[in-house]
């Protein structure tokens, strides 16, 4: 049985959060999702996952920012379990 990787537990805790895999993207560095305001439910923008687990948010790849550590922890508690 093959380990879960972060990437993996990332991308699951996003879409738990109800955040959809882009396909149709540019990049392979990173698996692209989008990234909407819970209130509002509008799309600010992207979430971008490497493979070594590596979370960036912005509106492109050259325009993201790591997201903090709070929230990437956050994150991957949701999926410990």
């Known amino acids: 049985m093959a380990k879960t990787t972060i990437h993996d ?3 699951a805790a996003l879409q738990h959060r109800g ?8 990049s392979t560095r990173y698996t692209v999702l989008t990234r909407t305001r ?5 799309q600010v923008g992207f979430y971008f996952v490497g493979r ?3 979370l960036r948010a912005g509106r492109t790849v050259a325009e993201s920012r790591p997201v903090g550590a709070y929230f990437r922890a956050k994150l991957l508690g949701a999926t410990a379990s």
């Open 9 to 11: 537990r990332l991308v």
């Open 38 to 42: 819970r209130e509002t439910g509008e």
């Open 52 to 54: 070594a687990g590596a």
């Open 19 to 26: 955040e959809a895999i882009i396909a149709e993207t540019r």
